[in-house]
């Protein structure tokens, strides 16, 4: 597993650091980190239905995603969560930290990145593989990072769940 912090640094992508106690949901978040800069971030690992396509989805922390109208939008017939054990062996991540940063652990990009056109061109909050902190990355921050990663981004209008 890389070492985010000299990954961010060797490909100059600059971030502003924030520790706090671990944090499992954006709850928790909300109740335990300090005031932060940016978009809090929901993120998503999931699979289709043959477990043969891998999606990390990013929409902002207040969203509650309908997995079957994203289903229609990226194009598969089942979408669902993916194990603990896929997360592991995808990203180098357990729950509770998933991340977008965890994309630097997918060298062979097998995993498709969704990202919720919302969020796309505001400074984005991200765990650096571990949720005991948030590091806030600037827009081209963000970019150089899915370029560096070679990770090609869909930017789409992730559907909510009606209320």
């Given amino acids: 597993m890389l070492d985010i912090y000299a990954f961010l640094k060797e490909n100059e992508i600059a971030y502003q650091r924030f520790d706090h106690p671990a944090v499992y949901t954006c709850e928790e978040s909300?109740?335990?980190?300090?005031?932060?800069?940016?978009?809090?971030?929901?993120?998503?690992f999931l699979r289709d239905n043959a477990g043969k396509r891998h999606f990390l989805v990013v929409v902002p922390k207040e969203k509650s995603v309908d997995l079957k109208k994203l289903k229609e939008v990226i194009g598969v017939s089942k979408l669902g969560f993916a194990s603990e054990e896929r997360l592991q062996k995808y990203l180098g991540l357990t729950p509770g930290?998933?991340?977008?940063?965890g994309l630097v652990n997918d060298p062979d990009c097998h995993v498709e990145v969704i990202i919720d056109?919302?969020?796309w061109d505001k400074p984005l909050q991200c765990h650096p593989l571990v949720?005991?902190?948030?590091?806030?990355?600037?827009?081209?921050?963000?970019?150089?990072?899915l370029d560096k990663t070679k990770h090609e981004p869909n930017i789409v209008n992730v559907l909510g769940k009606e209320s």
């Fill in 117 to 119: 056109e919302q969020i």
């Fill in 30 to 44: 909300d109740r335990l980190c300090p005031k932060m800069p940016g978009a809090g971030t929901k993120n998503l």
């Fill in 97 to 101: 930290a998933v991340t977008l940063l």
């Fill in 131 to 145: 949720n005991t902190a948030t590091l806030v990355i600037e827009p081209e921050g963000v970019k150089l990072f």
